[in-house]
């Protein structure tokens, strides 16, 4: 009804009507998905199962027909979804222009993440239905081999070992090689890999270009086949002529009618088909393989996703012009840079390429400062945590200034070529356009609310937020000190402009045993602000809702997985104040 009305008032729809139209059935989105898959699965399974066109097949494989051919549907599907998440530019395309003008769709471009493992898991179930299956239909081919059915028949002889079938067939090698693709990458996302060693990951999720230049080997094998003349061979008829005939084990009713052969024509054997429902015919069954729709499914979201890719490869191959590199408190390094032509939203992030560092490795970093109409500058933040930020980091500061007594230092010199592939969109970006938002950091999560804070100081007028919680968790004192002076800055221009309510900046510091300071006249506002131990969640989310009865709360989390957890939780509580927290999460494990 809603699309009927939709397409009638705009005439010719445009496309940010129909991306409109098929974002929005955010409640019904999984559901869609999974009937998709239950029909392609039940609709497949009754075509192998019952299909005229199936029905030698059928008889020599059994189940494992119909089960390899409805799974082989449901990986198709899933095959082809999984790669549309991953066009991250066209999401953050999507994300940012007017093309998905509600909130509710652009958050649901969010969940592409969860989208992506959900097909990923789909794949991993079915493709072992698929194995399965397929290992029944090789022992099946060699067990029911029969002469008269060579063409149709995989196996070569009777009683053919079922393992020549899996290694010397082209499906069934590419099979087998998809499997140990499917099975390295499978174990290299879990999440003890990803957070362990992300490069494993990473190399191995790569993999997924050979996955599918087997898949599209392994559909071209032509195993399995219909038959092409049903006109003219009914199945299961009997052919007068042929090796069927001779071979058919007839009902002993019918077969003294058969001893001999029908003279001029087959007036009585007619006859008999019409009492007793057995068909004739003159023709031998001819067999064909089928054409492999895989390639349907996949080429166009793998062609996107080329495409993106080149694109991505083409926007990056020029590096960015280094402008400083600040030494922070607490291993945190800071650079600042400018490109020709690029623009970015607050909360977005973009993967770093330092070949001198490392020639295949990327590193995504939010931006914590975006360029602006006036000032080209952009930054980003990084903690050293690892071999690529500490090697990195080595690379930009020497091993003086990073031992400075007095942070941050600033080192201006010849910097090594660095490339950055992006923007890439995050649901930070969405915090802008709540009426009241709660951002929640914990230590170095505070960067995609860097930017944010970086944009509400340059001009807060053009966007919807009219009130922020900015809450901001660190294990020591010196952490505060990377953001101190913006905090600082962007309170007293709040103060000036007479709006002291617009922000409210709540800095905890969880381990210390007695009161700290961030040393310094000038942060005097943030002193007051400065809490010891952990946040009182449920107090703070309590004392949120009745500051801003009935009103919808944007919730955001960048940080430990245990803090977006509890956030998540007291986001979906009820209130007694009408106030609705709606949460929006960004992973990064
Ligand atoms: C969207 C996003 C935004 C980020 N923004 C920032 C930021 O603003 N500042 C900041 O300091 N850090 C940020 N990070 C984390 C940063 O990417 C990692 O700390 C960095 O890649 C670590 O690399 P390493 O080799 O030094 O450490 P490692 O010891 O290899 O890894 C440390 C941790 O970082 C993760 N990681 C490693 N490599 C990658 C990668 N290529 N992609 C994603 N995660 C990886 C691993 O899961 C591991 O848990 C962000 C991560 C993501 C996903
Ligand atoms: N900007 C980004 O986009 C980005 C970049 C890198 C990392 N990350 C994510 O951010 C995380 C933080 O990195 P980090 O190493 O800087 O953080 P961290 O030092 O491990 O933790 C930051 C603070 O969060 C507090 N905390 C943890 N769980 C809490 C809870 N349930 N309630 C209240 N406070 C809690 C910690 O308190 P305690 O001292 O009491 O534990 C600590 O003070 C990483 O784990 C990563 O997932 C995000």
């Known amino acids: 009804m809603y699309v009927c009305v939709c397409l009638r008032a705009a005439q010719v729809p445009t496309l940010s009507t129909v991306l409109h139209i098929l974002l929005s059935f955010q409640a019904g989105q999984q559901l869609i998905w999974v009937s998709l898959n239950v029909l392609l699965f039940w609709k497949t399974f009754l075509l192998y199962n019952q299909g005229p066109e199936y029905h030698y097949l059928h008889q020599m494989l059994g189940l494992g027909l119909c089960l390899s051919r409805a799974s082989a549907s449901v990986l198709n599907l899933n095959c082809s979804l999984i790669l549309l998440p991953m066009c991250r530019t066209l999401l953050a395309y999507l994300r940012g222009s007017q093309k998905v003008p509600s909130r509710r769709t652009r958050r649901l471009l969010d969940k592409s993440r969860t989208f992506h493992i959900t097909c990923g898991v789909t794949i991993c179930i079915f493709s072992g239905v698929h194995v399965a299956a397929h290992l029944v239909n090789a022992l099946n081919f060699s067990v029911n ?6 063409e149709l028949n995989a196996a070569r002889y009777r009683e053919e070992d079922p393992r020549k079938l899996l290694f010397t067939t082209v499906p069934g090698l590419t099979g087998v090689c998809m499997v140990l693709v499917l099975f390295l990458m499978i174990t290299a996302s879990t999440y003890a890999i990803r957070v362990s060693n992300y490069d494993i990951f990473w190399y191995t999720h790569n993999l997924f270009f050979v996955f599918y230049m087997l898949l599209m080997l392994h559909v071209s094998g032509g195993l399995l086949k219909y038959q092409t003349n049903l006109d003219t061979h009914p199945p299961g008829c009997i052919n007068l002529n ?14 003294d009618h058969f001893h001999e052969s029908f003279p001029g024509g087959f007036s009585k054997p007619d ?84 070949p001198s560092v490392s020639a295949l490795e990327n590193h995504p970093f939010t931006l914590t400062m975006c360029p602006t109409e006036t000032k080209a500058t952009f930054g980003v933040h990084l903690k050293i945590v690892g071999d690529w930020t500490e090697r990195f980091r080595d690379l930009l500061l020497p091993p003086s200034s990073q031992d400075s007594e007095i942070l941050p230092f600033i080192q201006s010199r010849n910097y090594p070529k660095l490339y950055i592939d992006g923007p890439f969109g995050s649901p930070f970006e969405e915090s802008l356009n ?40 660190c294990r020591d004192i010196q952490s505060f000190h990377w953001f101190a002076d913006l905090l600082c800055v962007l309170y007293n221009k709040f103060w000036q402009e007479n709006r002291p309510d617009y922000v409210n900046i709540q800095l905890y510091l969880s381990q210390t045993d007695g009161i700290q300071k961030i040393i310094g006249e000038k942060y005097q506002a943030l002193n007051s602000r400065l809490f010891i131990g952990r946040p009182r969640w449920k107090l703070l989310f309590d004392e949120i809702a009745k500051c801003n009865r009935g009103k919808t709360v944007g919730v955001f989390c960048c940080g430990p997985n245990s803090i977006s957890k509890i956030l998540h939780k007291l986001s979906n509580r009820n209130n007694s104040y009408g106030t609705r927290f709606e949460y929006n999460k960004e992973s990064f494990s």
């Not at 042929?242 to 077969?255: A, D, K, R, V, Y």
């Not at 709660?438 to 937020?465: E, H, M, Q, R």
Request: hydrophobic share 40%; net charge positive; glycine share 4%.
């Open 271 to 354: 006859e008999l088909t019409q009492n007793t429902f057995v068909k004739i015919c003159m023709e031998e069954p001819r067999f064909q393989a089928n054409f492999p729709q895989t390639w349907l499914w996949i080429s166009g979201p793998l062609c996107l996703y080329c495409a993106e890719r080149l694109y991505r490869c083409i926007r990056s191959n020029k590096p960015v012009t280094i402008i400083s590199v600040t030494s922070h408190p607490s291993d945190v390094m800071e650079i600042r840079m400018v490109k020709e032509n690029f623009k970015a939203r607050p909360g977005q992030y973009i993967i770093l390429h330092c």
């Open 242 to 255: 042929g090796t069927h005939f001779q071979n058919t084990h007839l009902p002993e009713h019918l077969s």
């Open 145 to 150: 081999y029969r002469e008269d059915f060579v």
């Open 434 to 473: 709540y009426e009241v938002s709660l951002c929640v950091a914990g230590g170095i999560g505070v960067t995609p609310f860097a930017s944010i804070l970086n944009t509400l100081l340059d001009d807060w007028k053009p966007y919807k937020l009219r009130r922020l919680y900015f809450i901001w968790v």
